[in-house]
């Protein structure tokens, strides 16, 4: 919700209102009556297979970029239809000549590339650790034990929520403090790292390449700062605190550069895979 609101802020007033459009192009009744906003829609795509049990897209949501510190594993076969491959799928369709008189479609897929731009910056959704103790891989942190509270027991989780920053897990349609919350942290974020700050980044449109990118912080930071079974240290937490607000900023920024690039009069970005 927060990369959302980024890239919502950073959106044209007229781009803004024809995303909006797609996004109204689905009924209420079909998305689970969780509100029209982009915020609101971003987790929808978790909402599919994690509640509703459409997990035929499952494997959508990640990369299993290998991390194979113990050098053990020969072959690397990734999970067919991943983040990638479904962003692709949705550019594609977004992209479509026939879009306007595609309202499922468009609809569809644009709340799935809102919530995947968010995910493959999440360093553990396009990271997967081998290992004599993981020989078929952790699935991205989520086997890996750590301490730290009663609903956090996993690396994954950890990252999920920020470093435990963003644990809170907010009802939609979001209510006015919820929306209140999420525009602060979307405040906070882009006044502590500015688009300029970021110039260099924001330069690579090649989704690929952010993926690459994103795996070396996992393979650099998110997994060898961890010892499996013990609380993180504070150093651990406070470095990685920075590390995930400038991904969310950074996540928030491209998104509205693609959705500009998708939707405006004039395209100024050419992003590829």
Not at 116 to 137: A, K, N, R, T, W
Request: hydrophobic fraction near 40%.
């Amino acid at each position: 919700m927060v990369v959302a609101t980024i890239a919502e802020q950073q959106l044209a007033a007229a781009t803004q209102a024809t995303v909006q459009q797609y996004l109204d192009n689905l009924p209420q009744s079909l998305v689970h009556d969780i509100g029209t906003s982009m915020a609101e829609n971003a987790c929808w795509a978790d909402d599919e297979w994690g509640t509703y049990g459409l997990t035929a897209m499952f494997n959508w949501h990640f990369l299993d970029q290998p991390y194979n510190p113990e050098g053990i594993m020969n072959i690397v076969q990734y999970a067919p239809g991943n983040v990638l491959w479904a962003a692709q799928q949705a550019l594609g369709t977004l992209s479509s000549a026939n879009r306007a008189s595609a309202p499922f479609e468009t609809g569809l897929m644009l709340r799935y590339l809102v919530h995947l731009i968010g995910d493959m910056h999440q360093p553990l959704h396009v990271s997967c650790m081998f290992s004599e103790q993981y020989p078929q891989g952790d699935q991205g942190g989520n086997l890996v034990p750590i301490e730290f509270d009663q609903d956090i027991q996993e690396l994954h989780a950890l990252w999920d929520a920020a470093l435990g920053h963003m644990e809170v897990t907010y009802s939609r349609p979001l209510n006015a403090t919820s929306l209140e919350a999420v525009e602060n942290w979307a405040l906070e974020i882009t006044q502590e790292f500015p688009r300029s700050a970021l110039s260099g980044d924001l330069s690579v449109t090649n989704m690929t390449d952010w993926t690459t990118t994103n795996f070396q912080i996992a393979s650099t930071f998110v997994y060898p700062g961890i010892t499996p079974g013990q609380h993180p240290s504070e150093a651990y937490l406070d470095a990685g605190w920075e590390i995930a607000k400038r991904q969310l900023a950074l996540a928030g920024y491209r998104l509205g550069d693609l959705l500009e690039s998708l939707f405006a009069a004039q395209e100024e970005k050419h992003f590829s895979i």
